[in-house]
């Protein structure tokens, strides 16, 4: 099956995790990425556990279907090869801290004179301007400044990191699709660009109504537990061994959700029947709910629920969520066979699209596994000039 992106060359100068999940959801959608890491070490993540057969899982889930070529980019020939490939790809995507290409020489103004239809794409803790942009920044510390751990963690309790690096991966994702919008822009114009992606800007992007409640209200939202902030019931209730999320989202499941605990009279009464009544009055609703709830285990609730069409679903853990049958069905865990590593089992591709394949193609690359090849291929080096630059510590 043909892939969407299938002919697009994406020179690959990211590391540990905004820029590789960028990267990874390019190639996962056919893109020819060509990862290049720093010889003897590579990219970061490959020092982060745990670890397979002194490969690390953790690198391996964030850069499958792509290649590796190690290049030292401190040496001038090191310069002179990634010029001559900018020539030859579509994309190149950097996750250095800013100013950095610029003091390699090989900053967007140096490579757009090279190839004007190249798409520039980079990902950085603060963006290309602004106060802050110089500055480094983690996954940790953007969370913390993007005011998601402010309303993540207990009621009353202290700010809460989320779990997932969202703060990297939700810049890794705007920047694909930033890339997306420039390949589809390009064909209109036939015109390369600079896309600048801000880490924070995304956590800011992402707050949704966090931000409509503080502008309305002029008070800055807290952490709410799992309770929703604007919607109820939205939240997980003890049942009688164990727990269950449920979500009512609209007016039309609370009464669906009414007929199924026996509780007819609830969808009219005075004080819950539209969902800003519910709110008003939740510290009512929820005692009356939660005493339903647990009256049955959470296997009879999952049946009776899910027949009664009310979102919910158990709390899984992780060994749940693998073993999830409808997780299975998709494909989102795959089995796939790395060189060194052997059997390994990583996340599967979450954009199906009709008429192509959401198989891994390959596995995550070793460390300058395809370096010869690559040159070869594109620059037209030879076996000999290859070990030449080896030997020199170029590649």
Not at 32 to 45: H, Q
Not at 204 to 215: G, M
């Amino acid at each position: 099956m043909s892939l969407p992106l299938e002919g697009i060359k994406v020179l690959d100068m990211t590391r540990v995790l905004a820029g590789p999940y960028c990267t990874m959801t390019l190639a996962d959608m056919g893109a020819e990425v060509m990862k290049v890491e720093a010889p003897k070490t590579g990219d970061d993540s490959r020092a982060f556990g745990p670890y397979v057969n002194n490969e690390s899982a953790y690198f391996m889930s964030l850069n499958r279907n792509k290649e590796s070529m190690t290049l030292n980019l401190k040496t001038d020939k090191g310069k002179e090869i990634i010029k001559a490939m900018v020539k030859q790809v579509d994309v190149l995507v950097e996750n250095f801290r800013p100013g950095t290409m610029e003091k390699l020489g090989l900053g967007y103004e140096v490579l757009k004179e090279i190839n004007p239809a190249l798409i520039y794409a980079a990902s950085s803790g603060f963006g290309h301007y602004g106060p802050y942009s110089d500055r480094p920044a983690y996954d940790g510390v953007v969370q913390a400044m993007g005011g998601i751990m402010s309303i993540t963690g207990q009621k009353g309790g202290e700010p809460t990191r989320v779990g997932p690096s969202v703060g990297d991966i939700f810049s890794g994702l705007f920047t694909a699709i930033g890339i997306l919008s420039a390949i589809y822009k390009r064909k209109e114009d036939g015109k390369g660009t600079k896309i600048d992606v801000s880490m924070l800007d995304c956590q800011v992007a992402i707050l949704e109504n966090a931000i409509a409640r503080y502008f309305v209200t002029g008070i800055s939202p807290k952490p709410e537990g799992n309770k929703h902030a604007s919607i109820v019931p939205f939240e997980p209730f003890n049942t009688s061994d164990g727990k269950i999320m449920i979500a009512a989202g609209n007016d039309n499941l609370w009464a669906k959700f009414c007929k199924i605990l026996k509780k007819e009279e609830l969808i009219s009464d005075e004080k819950y029947k539209t969902n800003p009544l519910r709110n008003k009055h939740y510290e009512e609703l929820y005692p009356i709910i939660a005493e339903e709830i647990k009256k049955k285990t959470t296997e009879e609730w999952k049946k009776i629920l899910v027949e009664g069409g009310v979102p919910s679903g158990p709390i899984n853990n992780i060994e749940m969520v693998v073993n999830d049958e409808h997780v299975i069905a998709r494909k989102m865990i795959q089995e796939i066979f790395h060189p060194v590593a052997g059997l390994t089992h990583i996340p599967g591709i979450p954009i199906k699209m009709e008429g192509c394949s959401d198989d891994i193609r390959f596995p995550a690359p070793v460390l300058g596994q395809h370096t010869e090849e690559i040159l070869a291929k594109y620059l037209g080096y030879s076996k000999n000039e290859v070990n030449q630059m080896r030997e020199e510590g170029i590649i």
